[in-house]
């Protein structure tokens, strides 16, 4: 038997001429520190985002045509990891993630043309209609619904738990044109001016007592048949796009940033001289498995992109450890804490601005939002081993 | 990329799960556990032989293959996977792997042909009591013998030996007059007794080995024949530790890497039977109770497999964080495993509890893998010294 030891692919290093014209750009323009002002945030944020459009920055994985850079997989990990390095702002809303590939790849030359660059460029926010109170992870039973007029659809019904959803210009949503039974099978793929008659949206107060998600209603809102991305009914199938590997780069960059986060916690610790108590540091240790592991994954996950093109079953089950990672980390910071872990931010004895507490209600949303902990190990379950779809739920 | 994901490596994994589907299959495994026996001669003559896996990790100039644990990772994996029943972890994660980082060249020259080709079987013995391998926890002595006091005695007991029973070559941690020192004694060798302890893991077996007064070689480790080391130092205690430590390091990756096979043979028995297993009229695989715990499985083993890769790609490459990965993919492991023996019998039900069905062959190998090299909670308190917690 032969073997011979393949070199291995690795991210260029750091004296790559790429990732050196992108820390140059990224020091002679940096946004500097975000305004104390919340209200001052989001002008900052969309200047930000201006300069890297007009200077061949923005999207790093989309066509050069709609304005982005067209990189090698491995040149958009250089770039991700420039960018978290930077500490600039990412993009506004969730059009980019989640509404883009979807229109790059189904939408037609024109709608291209017309809502790519402003999103990439940030002079429109876009924000996601998905999820209806009756209809979370049971998402084809959405009931809000579009009802053709001449070359208009009337919009109708109710969008939930939508971030950033009072900042957003367009809204990309899922509504019913088939009938109130059809499921998958009727459901379009609608882009819709958040600021056109009979759209209200109203910010949605959380757990947190935050303001991070909005509801939206629709009251006979008209929006042009021109406006819908692929066929009528065809909509479901459009949603389930994604860039390939993006997620990837997304691990890697959450991996990097819990490992910070983590570090902080042991030096928080360490200060409060509880790191000799042998119960503590196995908490510690546990999570120390944890991080490095994501980090791991996210290389495994990447290497075998690299390699093969081909993600893997690590991908697969990337979130779901994330999810409870950074659910545990924050819980375990509040105990450690003890009764100072409960101070809100304003409480004078408060540690390190109630942030830990804060994280701690937050990540009640990891396992709920983007498909619950539970309908994301049933996707597991029947995708990568293939076990049977459960006979008394709809079929997928 | 991570070791364990290239082609080649891809390649191995192919050669040795074929060979091991043909020549290890449950029955085997259960003739072989039945009867007693430490393996199947033909076997383990064709895995030594035809496939040169005894000397995967054997320097070539000692007859070997020269890689490293990445590779022995791999076949390590799908061996576990097996369940083989042979004493290839003994021989050549333990034995083989600590002779060579012994350094010492005439033991090396005497024992590691012997290792590569096939024809000598070898195993570590460090642990007693506890079985844990803390050197202040070694017991056993070594004493100069001979009028030029260039021979050496042990006398103590060793527990937990892998394959000690059975080994032709035993290498022994003991405590010398100068210092903790590595001994090598042959089968057969005057007061040397071993036996097969009664012991869970039905398919691999561990042993006491007793010395009284037995005449023993020393290993010269890491140091010139005067005792001293490259800087001239004499630190002969120093270098046994250093050996020791670099060789857990190895032993546990290696571990771990078995465990890996372990846990995700059990995940696809587990899937397998949940898919044709019929109860309520649908397959007992579409209820959402079943399906969580396989994917939680599939997350663990997942999981481990990036921890097993890392920690061989980084100590092939002798990478700073070698050790700690090393350490974590076994603490990692471990759990993964025993967690995965456990569901496994859990999703099999009834049939799973019986005598007949393999489930309880790989919850006896998963728990004893995880105590092997004492109690877990040592690995744990040794990741935390080494990520600096």
């Given amino acids: ?396 | 990329m991570s070791a364990g994901d290239s082609t080649e490596l891809d390649e191995l994994r192919q050669v040795v799960r074929e060979f091991l589907r043909e020549r290890s299959a449950s029955s085997e495994v259960r003739r072989l556990m039945e009867a007693g026996e430490s393996r199947d001669d033909a076997v383990w003559s064709l895995l030594s032989g035809q496939l040169g896996l005894t000397g995967i990790a054997v320097p070539e100039r000692f007859g070997g293959a020269g890689y490293g644990p990445a590779e022995l990772g791999i076949v390590l994996e799908e061996m576990g996977a097996a369940l083989l029943v042979a004493p290839y972890f003994a021989t050549v994660a333990l034995a083989g792997q600590a002779l060579t980082a012994s350094g010492d060249e005439e033991a090396m020259a005497r024992w590691l042909p012997g290792i590569a080709d096939g024809s000598l079987t070898a195993t570590l013995a460090v642990g007693e009591e506890s079985g844990s391998w803390d050197l202040a926890e070694v017991a056993a002595t070594a004493v100069p013998t001979g009028a030029a006091g260039d021979g050496w005695s042990v006398t103590g007991t060793k527990l937990f030996v892998i394959d000690g029973h059975t080994a032709d070559l035993l290498l022994v941690v003991a405590q010398a007059p100068d210092g903790p020192g590595l001994f090598a004694v042959e089968r057969g060798a005057a007061g040397l007794a071993t036996a097969r302890l009664d012991a869970l893991d039905l398919t691999r077996a561990l042993a006491s080995v007793t010395l009284d007064g037995t005449p023993v070689v020393r290993l010269s480790v890491g140091r010139d024949s005067a005792g001293r080391d490259s800087a001239g130092r004499d630190s002969v205690g120093r270098d046994t530790a250093d050996w020791l430590s670099a060789v857990t390091d190895l032993a546990v990756a290696a571990l771990a890497a078995e465990q890996l096979g372990g846990a995700a043979r059990c995940l696809d028995m587990a899937v397998g039977y949940a898919k044709v297993r019929q109860q309520f009229g649908r397959p007992i695989g579409s209820f959402q109770a079943i399906k969580h715990k396989c994917a939680n499985l599939l997350l663990e083993v997942e999981c481990g497999r990036s921890a097993v890769y890392h920690a061989n790609e980084a100590l092939a490459d002798r990478q700073p964080d070698a050790a700690l990965a090393a350490v974590l993919a076994y603490a990692y492991c471990s759990q993964a495993f025993t967690h995965a023996a456990k569901e496994c019998i859990q999703i099999h039900g009834g049939i799973g509890y019986t005598w007949e069905h393999d489930a309880h062959l790989y919850l006896r190998r998963a728990k004893s893998s995880e105590l092997l090299f004492g109690p877990p909670a040592r690995q744990r308190t040794r990741l935390a010294e080494l990520a600096g917690i």
């Fill in chain 1, 1 to 396: 038997m032969t073997l011979e030891r393949e070199a291995d692919v690795t991210v260029p290093e750091p004296d790559d001429a790429f990732r050196a014209r992108l820390r140059e750009f990224l020091t002679l323009h940096h946004p500097g520190r975000p305004p104390k002002d919340p209200r001052e945030r989001l002008p900052w944020t969309k200047g930000w985002l201006a300069t890297l459009f007009d200077h061949g920055y923005a999207g790093p994985s989309w066509p050069r045509e709609f304005g982005g850079m067209e990189l090698s997989f491995a040149h958009q990990m250089v770039y991700t990891e420039e960018m978290a390095r930077a500490r600039v702002p990412g993009p506004l809303g969730t059009g980019l993630n989640i509404a883009a590939p979807t229109i790059i790849k189904y939408g037609s030359q024109q709608q291209k043309e017309r809502w790519l660059a402003p999103m990439l460029r940030g002079d429109l926010v876009w924000v996601q209609g998905y999820s209806e109170p009756e209809a979370g992870s049971d998402l084809p039973s959405l009931r809000t619904t579009a009802r053709r007029e001449g070359d208009e659809y009337v919009v109708n019904g109710q969008k939930v738990w939508t971030s950033h959803g009072a900042d957003g210009d367009v809204i990309f949503a899922l509504v019913r044109t088939g009938t109130r039974e059809s499921r998958q099978k009727g459901i379009s793929y609608l882009i819709i001016d958040a600021h056109a008659p009979g759209v209200q949206v109203r910010p949605l107060r959380d757990l947190t007592g935050g303001h991070l998600f909005a509801e939206i209603f629709f009251d006979d809102v008209r929006v042009p048949v021109a406006d819908r991305v692929g066929d009528e009914n065809d909509g479901w199938r459009l949603a389930r796009t994604s860039l390939g590997h993006e997620r990837a780069a997304g691990a890697l960059l959450q991996a990097a940033n819990y490992r910070r986060v983590l570090t902080e916690l042991e030096e928080l610790a360490r200060e409060r001289g509880q790191l000799t108590d042998p119960l503590v540091r196995d908490r510690f240790v546990d999570l120390e498995i944890r991080v490095r592991i994501i980090r791991f994954n996210a290389e495994r996950t990447i290497g075998g992109i690299l390699a093969r093109g081909d993600a893997g079953a690590a991908s697969s089950v990337s979130r779901l450890l994330i999810t409870a990672f950074e659910q545990d980390i924050h819980e375990f910071a509040v105990d450690l804490l003890g009764p100072a872990g409960l101070l809100g931010k304003s409480a004078p004895q408060a540690v390190q601005r109630s942030r830990w507490l804060l994280g701690f209600l937050r990540t009640r949303a990891s396992t709920i939002g983007a498909g619950t902990t539970e309908i994301q190990l049933n996707t597991v379950a029947e995708q990568v081993l293939g076990l049977p779809h459960d006979p008394g739920m709809p079929p997928r």
